[in-house]
């Protein structure tokens, strides 16, 4: 469904973000991208979104394909019209519309391709949006506005979502909920998922096939049951292990562990 083919991408002409970049999401599939903070994660979902372009973003190498389509020369609205859907970092939902003017905004992606948008499936999913849907969207609280950015995400009938770190500041009972949603929708509607998450634990709960990034460039991968019971993934990500060594890198575990063989 999407393949990003080694490439580079730098800011301002000088600031660069990733660096031979690579990953898959077959169609279908959930896939995890985890990583520290500033790794670049953010930066691949919007170089796949083509919203890049819109921060003085540049891809200067490689190429990127949805459905195998090369996307470099589209605009961001296109790629939605096509089937492509950023859920942001921070929900980004109009705040000053009702929930209902939200849902209504967002079938603009279905202009021109004969499909009807369908609000009350939204409301069964997330039965307290119908509950405010005449309310102002920048009254509601952060687990509510996060299932408004779902459900636009969903009016625009998408074939796949990008998600941008879905359970960011919201209660564990909310990203309980927003989780299982991630589920139905890619079980019961056969939307291809990539996900970004800080939460390993979740990602890995959720995904069938993750990649770790640090500094602009993917340095692990595979089946996410396999990274999870990966004693490197296990010490740096899940806190597990190590005797709590202080390390900020996830090369800095491996580097330690061979040191750690070596010396023994």
């Known amino acids: 469904m999407l393949s990003v083919e080694n490439i580079d991408v730098v800011y301002h002409h000088t600031v660069q973000a990733l660096r031979g970049m690579s990953l898959d999401v077959p169609k279908g599939k959930i896939v995890a991208l985890l990583g520290s903070n500033g790794a670049g994660k953010t930066t691949t979902l919007k170089t796949a979104s083509n919203l890049v372009q819109l921060e003085n973003g540049h891809v200067r190498e490689g190429r990127i394909r949805f459905k195998d389509q ?9 790629l939605v019209h096509q ?51 005449k309310q102002v969207a920048g009254y509601l609280s952060g687990g509510e506005q996060q299932m408004l950015a779902f459900g636009r995400a969903m ?38 998922i990539l996900l970004v998450e800080q939460n390993a634990h979740l990602a890995f709960s959720i995904a069938d096939y993750s990649y770790i990034m640090e500094s602009g460039q993917i340095v692990m991968e595979g089946r996410s049951e396999k990274l999870r019971d990966d004693p490197d993934v296990r010490s740096f990500y899940l806190g597990v292990g190590d005797e709590g060594s202080e390390r900020t890198s996830f090369r800095d575990v491996k580097h330690y562990k061979r040191r750690k063989r070596w010396l023994s």
């Open 70 to 78: 090369n996307i470099a020369q589209l605009s961001a609205d296109a």
């Open 83 to 133: 089937g492509l859907f950023h859920i942001r970092e921070g929900r980004r939902i109009f705040s000053e519309l009702t929930v209902d003017d939200n849902l209504v905004a967002a079938s603009y992606a279905l202009k021109g391709r004969n499909i009807r948008p369908d609000y009350e499936k939204i409301y069964s999913f997330f039965p307290r949006l119908k509950e405010r849907r």
């Open 155 to 192: 009016i625009a009938a998408p074939e796949m979502i990008l998600m941008d770190e879905p359970s960011l500041g919201l209660a564990p009972k909310i990203i309980t909920e927003i989780f299982d949603t991630i589920r139905r929708l890619n079980a019961d509607d056969g939307i291809t």
